[in-house]
């Protein structure tokens, strides 16, 4: 099957712990590029859906750039082109924040906190009463911490889970996704990258290891929805195109 | 007096949660960069430290650029150029990190945690129980943090303050500090700008408000070590000439 058009999200997404801080997931987007740049050379449309900071292919035709930061805004902005358009495939490089920041604290305003939290019960304390310290305090929060203090706690939230959004929207669509582990055995990383691909209803899983990543040095293995494996790549340059190869093939069946 | 070689901080740090997260400080190095570039064309010799991603003058003689990324290495890389040469000026620019992380747990770890720091003990919880709790768990830092919990309690530990490195090694130089705060008045912007550059040793501050920069478009007030008004700027351009044009002028008498 060739691919008229498709979706590619790259870069790492940051989350505002007031207005000068954020937490933010680290990744050059250069995969995203490369998968972008090779679909363009073959006359695939291609919507962009990246960071400021990220590298992005140069401005051309059939070339479509959108702009987010945060978690929210990607699962804005996806849902938006997945009701709009159509696409052969979805590829979701893009290097997610799992958790937002809800509330800081000083030492001294959490130690506060959690004894008014604590006030006529007994220890031990439950998880029930840190959770509801979080969710009472949640909207408190400060334009920029105080850096009058020496140690701060700061409490995060699940984000909700965008790459599921994908499939809910476009069952059709076929849908890449991606696991970096750290430092795991390749039976490991084979196993999470499966359970994962299978909650997200993925096509293909490229699975990865950063301790495998060095610069344009990157192993990785592309996996499809029954397991097996497609192909292994050393480069980004190559599983970039172990991607498309995959996707234009039609490796679901 | 015409300077012969400053020393320029700019950009923000960035502080390692873990290998694939960071707490980084927004900074774009804008203003860094347009002091560096008016100091070489008036022939002066620029050291400059800064970040990957900020900002940077373009590579020519005369100027020297090294790369850190967090608070450490800016303390470390800081340390060796102030050992090594004699500037007329080290302006301090750079955001820095107060606090760097310590410590994450999921609330389901924390909550154990807390319960074996308050075993035998009673309520209410005190700060320096939970400051032994940062302290003992520190280190045992994972390489990625598992997304498999609804909330993280994350705890940061406050840096030291690098700037106080600057009048220590060479006491002769002429600091230049900035303090950026929130929505503050401009009676408070400038006790607290007076209060940190005294801490600091520093000659002049640029006082400047979150709330009064856009883009270019940047309230900047620069006082010297006695308190007064040395000049008033609402451009990123004016603020790199006012100060320039302060320290050529030598204002400290």
Redesign the interface.
């Known amino acids: 099957m060739d691919m008229k058009r498709i979706l590619i999200t790259a870069g790492g997404t940051?989350e505002k712990?007031d207005?000068?801080?954020?937490?933010?997931?680290?990744s050059t987007g250069k995969l995203g590029y490369l998968i972008a740049t090779k679909a363009l050379e073959q006359g695939i449309q291609v919507d962009y859906i990246t960071t400021l900071?990220a590298s992005k292919p140069i401005t051309q035709e059939n070339l479509k750039i959108y702009l987010i930061e945060d978690t929210q805004q990607l699962a804005t902005q996806l849902t938006h082109l997945l009701e709009t358009n159509s696409y052969d495939a979805v590829i979701h490089s893009m290097?997610v924040?799992?958790?937002t920041p809800?509330t800081s604290y000083s030492?001294?305003a959490?130690?506060e906190a959690?004894?008014q939290q604590?006030a006529q019960?007994?220890?031990?304390?439950?998880?029930e009463q840190?959770?509801q310290l979080?969710e009472k305090s949640e909207a408190t929060n400060t334009?920029?911490?105080s850096?009058n203090?020496?140690?701060?706690?700061?409490?995060?939230?699940?984000n909700p889970k965008v790459i599921q959004l994908i499939k809910q929207i476009q069952p059709q669509t076929m849908l890449v996704s991606f696991k970096?582990?750290?430092?795991v055995s390749k039976e490991e990383l084979f196993n999470v990258a499966m359970t994962s691909m299978k909650k997200n209803n993925g096509d293909f899983v490229l699975a990865n290891d950063?301790q495998s990543i060095q610069g344009d040095q990157h192993l990785g293995y592309l996996l499809d929805h029954k397991g097996n494996l497609v192909g292994e790549a050393t480069t980004k340059e190559q599983i970039a195109s172990l991607i498309l190869t995959a996707l234009n093939t039609k490796g679901v069946d």
Not at 19 to 26: F, L
């Open positions: 940051s712990i207005q000068v801080r954020s937490i933010t997931n680290h900071s290097a924040s799992d958790f809800a030492i001294e959490f130690t959690l004894n604590l019960t007994n220890l031990p304390v439950t998880t840190l959770i979080i334009s920029k911490i850096s203090t020496d140690y701060l706690f700061l409490t995060l939230k699940k970096l582990l750290v430092d950063l």
